[in-house]
């Protein structure tokens, strides 16, 4: 059964710095992992997807990367910004879609 | 292009009751899936639907089920409510199956008292 573990559960850094989420999942049999960006109480917004295939995707200031053989994604946030506030989640499909609990990120300006 | 609508957005709902919510995907998209998010057990799926089929299923009681019209719109039901079934009920919808990038609506948030 495949299980995602997001660790921190929680992060508060300045303005300014560079960070890095992590993603671990329990079976490296996935399609395609995504992380998402969730307001509170409002809905998700896709950020970055990687296919199964792929190593890294880039947006912005936002970096993904996907290593299947360990179980990891880690999401990497450059120059910071209080708007980046939010929680973070990952999520890997095999058929269905299992999400992580999220990381609470608090930006500090 | 619009985005995922759902309604209603907020309902309050007494123990024992049904409750109905509604999903518009994206036009053109043809999958729907459906996830609860509580505070303890984060997101969890319930079910997807394609062309109007269930494709997958979570483990969740036979009192949550859900459709999908021949328009893409969707559908769930809960049934019997159960004050654990308070949480914000999320809808995404896809252009396909097999994890292709998945657009969120803005939740309903359902409070049973």
């Known amino acids: 059964k495949q299980e995602v573990t997001q660790i921190p559960a929680a992060l508060s850094v300045p303005e300014g710095e560079n960070l890095v989420l992590n993603c671990s999942f329990t079976?490296?049999?996935?399609?395609?992992l995504q992380w998402f960006r969730q307001d509170p109480g409002k809905g998700l917004t896709s950020l970055l997807l990687?296919?199964?295939?792929?190593r890294e995707q880039t947006s912005g200031r936002l970096n993904a990367s996907l290593d299947k053989s360990s179980g990891r994604s880690t999401l990497y946030i450059a120059a910071s910004q209080p708007g980046d506030s939010a929680t973070y989640l990952c999520?890997?499909?095999?058929?269905?879609?299992?999400f992580g609990k999220g990381t609470r990120l608090h930006i500090l300006p | 292009k619009a985005g995922v609508t759902q309604t209603p957005r907020y309902l309050i709902k007494t123990r024992g009751q049904q409750v109905t919510l509604s999903c518009s995907p994206i036009?053109?998209?043809?999958?729907v899936s459906w996830y609860q998010q509580t505070p303890g057990q984060g997101l969890q799926f319930l079910f997807e639907?394609?062309?109007?089929?269930q494709r997958n299923k979570g483990n969740f009681p036979g009192r949550f089920s859900g459709r999908q019209f021949s328009n893409s719109r969707s559908e769930m039901n809960v049934s019997t409510l159960e004050l654990g079934d308070s949480a914000l009920y999320l809808c995404?919808?896809?252009w396909g199956t097999g994890g292709d990038t998945q657009y969120f609506g803005p939740g309903t948030r359902l409070t049973v008292l």
């Open positions: 995404a919808s896809s």
């Open positions: 079976d490296s049999a996935i399609y395609n």
């Open positions: 990687i296919q199964s295939s792929q």
């Open positions: 999520a890997v499909c095999d058929d269905k879609i299992i």
């Open positions: 036009s053109g998209h043809r999958s």
């Open positions: 639907y394609f062309s109007e089929t």
